[in-house]
């Protein structure tokens, strides 16, 4: 999933380090089978909802508004848990809760930085997790832009290790490594880095390694192009990303060894942050093509089909997430 900075950073600081169920919410109700969770805000604060894949009814708020909360990402192997991340604590953490939202959600990181970007091991029992704590932020000319590392940690919050790190230790440039995507079929994880670019150039590429960061892959290599977002198809076969090679954000697919990149929106607006259905025939994205951002459903295919999943009641819908299969 795609890590807004500027929105993560500015997320409104709360008072509690657990969210309740949400106004909407039914306590201990069961959502149903085929769903897509997300961000959502009509004003205010975004708080986690769910809706219905195929049409966008039924849609579902499962934390209260008093606190922004992002990035929901379902457990494996059922969908029985959420996890996202928040800044109620005053830094950006990450939180677990029921994904039905019937009890309050559980603080997973506590250090005192920013954690972003959740996602679950295949077997549902850790999650990685991008981590900014190793670094100072200096605002210079150039600009020393914020810079992260892929952490993982058990789902209750304990043997929390770094599994990335920075090649050129010895640089006065320090590169960031984000956007870690788990996959449930191949066991490896992908991220975002600009490790093998230098520090005056812009941009970011994909890589995929195992889970203790070892076998280290590079997938896209787009010098001062921005690639982001990866997302593994439900087999492991592909990988989604958004890619702004095209002049704008649109979401692209590749083969897991990077081979066979193909644009599937190609539009004028901002396509960006993909999420696989759980047959891997449909991928689910955020787009700003009426004024605000909107959750849309496209073919995984060939990027037809593409339909709106909004039903008009938020001012802005971000990072989708399908749920898996039951």
């Not at 787009?287 to 339909?307: F, L």
Request: proline share 6%; net charge negative; glycine share 8%.
């Amino acid at each position: 999933m795609k890590v807004n900075l500027a929105l993560s950073l500015s997320i409104a600081l709360g008072a509690l380090a657990t969210f309740g169920c949400g106004e909407d919410a039914s306590t201990g109700s069961s959502l149903g089978a085929d769903q897509i969770a997300f961000s959502s805000r009509t004003t205010g604060n975004y708080s986690i909802h769910a809706m219905n894949a195929s049409d966008g009814s039924g849609k579902t708020q499962l934390t209260a508004s008093d606190t922004n909360a992002y990035g929901p990402a379902w457990s494996p192997p059922d969908g029985q848990d959420l996890a996202f991340f928040s800044d109620a604590t005053g830094q950006s953490q990450i939180y677990r809760m029921q994904a039905d939202g019937g009890a309050p959600a559980v603080q997973v990181t506590t250090d005192d930085s920013n954690q972003v970007s959740p996602t679950w091991s295949p077997d549902g029992l850790r999650l990685a997790y991008a981590s900014d704590r190793n670094h100072i932020h200096i605002f210079s000319d150039p600009p020393i832009l914020l810079t992260f590392e892929i952490f993982v940690i058990d789902r209750d919050g304990n043997n929390e290790t770094q599994i990335t790190s920075d090649p050129n230790p010895g640089d006065t440039f320090q590169p960031t490594n984000t956007d870690p995507d788990w996959s449930t079929a191949a066991n490896r994880i992908t991220f975002v880095s600009n490790r093998d670019i230098t520090a005056r150039q812009l941009g970011t590429d994909i890589y995929a390694m195992d889970a203790d960061g070892s076998n280290l892959a590079r997938l896209t290599q787009t010098p001062s192009i921005t690639d982001s977002d990866p997302t593994w198809s439900p087999d492991g076969n592909r990988i989604a990303f958004t890619s702004n090679r095209a002049g704008q954000n649109d979401i692209f697919v590749m083969n897991a060894d990077g081979t066979g990149q193909v644009n599937l929106t190609d539009s004028f607006s901002a396509d960006q942050s993909p999420s696989w259905s759980p047959d891997g025939t449909q991928i689910a994205f955020e787009t700003y093509r009426n004024a605000k951002w909107e959750i849309y459903v496209m073919n995984a295919s060939d990027g037809s089909g593409q339909e709106s999943r909004d039903d008009g009641s938020s001012t802005s819908s971000v990072y989708p997430a399908w749920s898996p299969a039951p």
